[in-house]
Each structure stands twice: as C-alpha cells, then as structure tokens.
C-alpha cells in the first residue's frame, strides 16, 4: 500500500480547499457577512479573527479563501488543531473561540468549506439555512460544545462530500435526508447524544468510506443496506443502543477493512460471513452475543470463544505490522494492519 493512501480523507481536502488565493478584496456582501459572522464570535486568545480587518478578505483574513476571478468567498477554514495557525504563541490545546455561529454564513452562497472546528467553546446550533448553501463541500465542526439538531434537510446540499460534527452536544435523529447525498465520503457523528435509529436508506451513500456514529445513544437495528456500501472501509457503531442482529451483509462489503460494534445489545450469533470477509479488526465485546460452539468458526484456526453471552476472548495475528493513523475529524484511531487477511477480533469478558 502507498504511503499516499494513509493521509486521511478530510486532511486531503482540507490542503485542496484551503489554498490562498491572490485576490486581495472580496464583494462587498461577502465582506459584511463575513463581519457579522465575526461579531458573533469573541476570540480571547487564539488572535485568529484579529486579522479580520480592512476589506482585504481574500488575501489578509485568516482562514478565508476567494475565487481569484470573482472576489467571491468560496472557503472559511478556522481549525483550532492547525499547527499552522502562525498568529499566537497560544498552543492549540489552550486556544479557545467561544460565541455562536451566525446565520450570517448562509449569505456566502458561493461558500464550499466551512470549517469551524476544535474551537471547544462554540455553541448554539447549527443554523438551519446552512441548507441553501448549494455549493457546500466540507462542512467540519468539530470540538465545539454545538447543541440542537441536524438541519432536517441537510440531504438538500447534493455535493457535500465531508460531514463532520464529532465531540459536540447534538441531539435528536440522523435526517433520513442524509441517504441523498450521493457525493458524501465522510461522516463522522461520533461522541454526541443523537438518538434513534439509522436510517434504513443509508446504504444508498455509495462513495462513502468512513461512517462514525460512535458515543451516541443511537438505537435500533443495523440497516442491511449496509453491506451494499461498495466503499466503505470503516464503520464505528460503538457504545450506542444497537440491538438485534448482525446483518449477513456486513460481510459482503468489498473494501471494509475496521468495524466496531462494542459496547451495544447486539444478539444472535456472529455471520459467517464476516470472518471470511476483508475485515482486519472486529471489536463485538460487551454486546449479547452467543456462541454456536463451533470451533472452526473463525479462519486460520483461531477459535472464537465466548461464554456467558459475552465474547471475552481476544485474538491476533502477532505478525501484524500495524500502521495507525488518526483523521483530523476523528476521536478514534483506526489501526489499517497490512495483511489485509488477518483478523484482530477485540473483546474482554465482563465481571458479572
């Protein structure tokens, strides 16, 4: 595997959508916006809206981009984790943003990046007119303390390729409107109090790769449709509400490589199907699993053994040369081993 493979998908198209441009004055809308958006916000201490002066968006604003023929701002990329940030001898893990977002940045209507991540201090809610953004490609709001719930008809924004709304205080369902965005390849919803259950149309996202809904209170089922995602590599259902079985389908996905269902209600038996299939790393512990006492059940001769319901044993190829990596959106590693053939399957028993 290419080295270049490992850089994580929302790195990628943070460097390819946060480029200076040379144009030095934005359209005189845009730039009143922009003010508005600012005053919303008070930065203390990361000096990063104190560059915001003068009409020189383009060229003088941190974090703000522009289409160098039309003036117009295209990107709004404010990441509190950049070590590039240059401004204050603040260090990342002490710079703080407070304030809310205005629904001020909706009349950026050539708006493709909107980045307000890891700010920790942000809250309010995600203003719902982020939905006439048409041209929205990232959307990255990480690390804030952000309530309230995703805009219903968030499936509106048919280019959205990156969602990601991780480590924030959102609650209420996954807008069954979000099975429409066909463009999507990140979604990363972790550590939140979102509820209820996966929308049964979600396999219909075809170009995602990364499906992060872990730390929540989701409920429900697995949606079969799942298994039908062509691209998808990694699925986190961790410590969620997820009942019933495991679908056959997960073991039927071509390119799933890390799938963590730890810490749900899941019952039934594990699909044969799973431990034939690409995944190199299972986690299935503190679930209600049982074990059909068949001792070829896994590959290669490694035994799956599980008692009381609770899988307890955990196994590994000790030849695994794991490379691990961390997307700058996500709370949890993932580990890509490259024997693509081995299996780590993670549990621990439960002291009842």
Avoid at 34 to 44: A, H, I, M, N, T
Avoid at 283 to 310: I, T, V, W, Y
Wanted: one cysteine or more; charged letters at 15%.
């Amino acid at each position: 595997m290419a080295m270049a493979s490992l850089v994580p998908l929302v790195v990628v198209l943070f460097l390819s959508a946060g480029s200076p441009s040379p144009i030095e004055s934005c359209a005189t809308g845009d730039l009143q916006s922009l003010l508005e958006f600012k005053s919303s916000l008070r930065d203390s201490n990361a000096g990063v809206l104190s560059t915001w002066t003068g009409s020189d968006c383009c060229s003088k604003w941190y974090g703000v981009s522009c289409n160098a023929a039309t003036g117009r701002v295209e990107g709004v990329n404010l990441h509190g984790a950049a070590a590039d940030l240059g401004i204050s001898e603040v260090s990342p893990a002490q710079r703080t943003i407070s304030g809310e977002i205005s629904p001020a940045i909706c009349r950026l209507d050539m708006l493709s990046t909107f980045v307000l991540a890891y700010w920790r201090n942000i809250s309010g809610s995600i203003p719902p007119c982020l939905t006439s953004l048409a041209k929205l490609r990232i959307l990255d709001l990480v690390g804030n303390q952000i309530a309230g719930r995703i805009p219903p008809d968030l499936g509106r924004l048919s280019r959205l390729t990156v969602i990601a709304l991780a480590d924030n205080q959102i609650s209420g369902q996954i807008p069954p409107s979000i099975s429409k965005l066909a463009a999507l390849m990140h979604l990363d919803l972790s550590n939140n109090r979102i509820t209820g259950s996966i929308p049964a149309s979600i396999g219909d996202l075809k170009m995602l790769s990364r499906a992060l809904l872990g730390g929540n209170q989701i409920s429900g089922s697995i949606p079969p449709s799942i298994g039908y995602m062509d691209r998808l590599s990694d699925l986190d259902l961790s410590g969620n509400r997820v009942s019933g079985q495991i679908p056959t389908t997960l073991g039927k996905t071509r390119v799933l490589s890390s799938l963590y269902l730890d810490g749900n209600s899941l019952s039934g038996f594990l699909p044969s199907t799973l431990l034939g299939s690409h995944v190199s790393i299972l986690n299935l512990s503190r679930n209600l699993l049982e074990d059909e006492g068949q001792d070829s059940f896994s590959p290669d001769g490694m035994k799956l053994a599980m008692s009381g319901h609770r899988l307890f044993f955990s196994s590994m190829d000790k030849s695994l040369d794991a490379t691990a990596w961390t997307a700058r959106s996500s709370s949890r590693p993932v580990h890509r081993p490259r024997l693509a053939r081995s299996i780590t399957i993670v549990g621990w028993m439960d002291e009842d």
